[in-house]
């Protein structure tokens, strides 16, 4: 119970303090502790979880499982290695005057405050306060892509706050039509939004209200995850946004948006018994991947390339939950693990690329290799990784899902695999250029962090040879509560 | 038989249909608006019917939490967001700013179009209802959907954050009205997203224009697909 009260505890806190000392030098070195401290938190978290099992905690408002206890995990060291990045990083744009003291306050203090949302949105049993906890990450996000107040950073976040707006709002009428159906079951009393109530009666809940209630949660927060048609403020947001958040936007946000999309499915499969909401997931799965894979070619703004891939790959965790079963959801969620933790390292590297070009042109950067081969090989590596190259993890949850759409969709295989190869064509050819050739690129006023970028990798390549049994175990559990 | 089933149906039922349908019509006098200072008159007003309607209901139920709500509705949509929207059109001097709209006519077709698709949507849903507001799941669909198709013709800012606050509305309807509220903790979350929302968007109106020299949206096309 300590330990979940100290993982939302740290990064509000933390939020706190950074928007009262954000402005001073070392507030970089503030926001790392806090980070730092909510890893620890969530780590103590998961080794409770995985000795006691489940727990309900606070008057049931707040419960940990299987499913989001590893998503917890992932979202606390995720935010604990950005922050690491973000230091030099920051400390760059600083010193090109990007970014006033005033700025890197609210930088700082917005950073904590968003994994502050995240955590309590991934942790929380009330439908109500999940929706509530995503409006309020699309809040402090919406913050941070307006960052650098250029007038292409304020229309992105315009764009941003208005789609994912009225996005989140169907979210919240299917939110009320679940309160609806299940309120004749519960009762007022009986904590009709809890999920753990809900997912206990969920044969009794009405049909028709909850396939509607299903299609406006989909829509809702399948915008957040950045499903086609719905994916046009990503980009944008991605590439005008400092680069941190784009990291945490690709590797955390979408997750979290995909993760009250599968709590809501778990429930609305159980009152249905059809597979109603796996179809729908599939559809817009299917056309979430094969839709960005032909716009990756077109892309000149290498974050906005990067922003293109993170919708293909969420298209693709979204087919892999839709199809169902042990084996797509195992994949689905080690994708979920794969795809957060490989974007964001591509981030880490192709931020300080950026930065030593002056530029986000990919035509513009060159022979990132020989002026800094770190950055480089980094980069490299991390767009094989995320092309599904073997050994890295991505290759084995792509590999896991398409098997398992040969055998249960083998119409939908072919599709799948153009897209992959035309993904791969148009990716590899751009990062090649920047890579190598004769270096355009300048070396930085501070030394970068790119350890991050190699554990991040490390960690991957991991997952693709070897999956440590606890970890296979705790898939599989959490697969057999998706269904 | 309409008589006597009018007696049947009790007062607070009857008075709780009656805010629903001043609900949609202020949904209507919305999307034809095209003063921005009226508009946000309208929206005080759809707030004050919400307050009015989500008192009825606490009062009949006797849930007390409806109570605070009531009053979170009427501090939050009738005074403080109005209050908000006044001074910014004040400071940003676009308090007599005219909208130019393409063909009214038309966008209030195909707004009564919508309000008989969410009546469609809504139908499986109002027959399942025990209570007497069947009618008001489907008419707070047709508010938000009215309020959707005023974001997406409108290019003013103004205009737009108050289509996105109208939505929230219609959501609130929902959930007060149809299923006699939410849990109190939700709502509260909910305000207080509004509520920083709000602000946020404030603080953005003075940046947009100050980059665009205009707070119209159709400046920034900047980003499209290169």
Known sequence: ????????????????????????????????????????????????????????????????????????????????????????????????????????????????????????????????????????????????????????????????????????????????????????????????????????????????????????LFVGYGTKTGLVPLHNWLPDAHAEGPTPVSAVLSGLLLNVALYAIIRCKVLVDGALETHFAGNLMMGFGLLTVVVPAFYLSRQKDVKRLFGYSSIEHMGLITFAFGMGGPVASFAGLLHMTVHSLTKSAIFFAVGHAAQMAGTQIIDNIKGLIKQSPTIGWGLMLGSLAILGMPPFGVFTSEFMILTTAIKHYPWATPILLTALGVAFASMFHKVQGMVFGEPTVKPLSHNPALLPVFVHLGLVLMLGLWIPPYLAEWYRQAARLIG | MSLSLANTIPLSSQMINLCAAIMLLIGFA?????????????????????????????????????????????????????????????????????????????TMLVGIALVVIAFNVAQPISQLSGTITRATIGIALACVLLAFLMMITRSKAVPQVIAFLAMENGLFFAATSATYGMPMVVELGIALDVLVGMVILGVFFFQIREQFDSLDIRHMERNKEK
Not at chain 1, 120 to 126: D, E, H, M, P, R
Not at chain 1, 180 to 185: G, I, K, P, T
């Open chain 2, 30 to 106: 919305m999307l034809a608006q095209r003063r921005v200072l009226t508009l946000i008159n309208l929206f005080m007003l759809q707030g004050f019917v919400l307050f009015v309607s989500t008192l009825i209901v606490a009062l009949s139920t006797d849930q007390s939490h409806l109570l605070w709500s009531a009053g979170l509705t009427l501090l939050l949509k009738v005074i403080a967001l109005p209050y908000i929207l006044h001074r910014l059109i004040r400071q940003l001097s676009v308090k007599w700013d005219i909208e130019t709209l393409f063909n009214i006519p038309t």
């Open chain 1, 1 to 216: 119970m300590i330990e979940l009260a100290f993982v939302l505890a740290i990064p509000f806190a933390s939020a706190v303090l950074l928007a009262l000392f954000g402005h001073r030098h070392n507030a970089a070195e503030i926001n790392s502790a806090g980070s730092l401290l909510t890893l620890l938190a969530a780590g103590f978290l998961t080794v409770r979880v995985i000795s006691d099992g489940p727990m309900l905690l606070f008057t049931e408002q707040f419960f940990v499982d299987p499913l989001n206890v590893f998503l917890i995990a992932l979202t606390a060291l995720v935010g604990f290695t950005t922050s690491l990045f973000s230091r030099p990083y920051m400390r760059v744009e600083h010193d090109h005057g990007r970014l006033s003291a005033a700025r890197l306050r609210l930088y700082h203090s917005m950073f904590q405050m968003f994994m502050c949302t995240m955590l309590v949105a991934l942790s929380t049993n009330n439908l109500g306060i999940l929706w509530v906890a995503m409006e309020a990450a699309t809040l402090t996000t919406v913050l941070l892509v307006a960052l650098y107040r250029t007038p292409a950073s304020l229309e992105a976040a315009w764009k941003y706050f208005i789609l994912c707006g009225v996005g989140i709002a169907q979210a919240l009428f299917g939110t009320i039509l679940i309160y609806f159906a299940a309120e004749r079951v519960l009762g007022h009393e009986g904590g009709a939004l809890l999920w753990t109530h809900l997912d206990a009666v969920k044969t009794q809940l009405e049909p028709t209200v909850l396939s509607l209630a299903f299609v406006f």
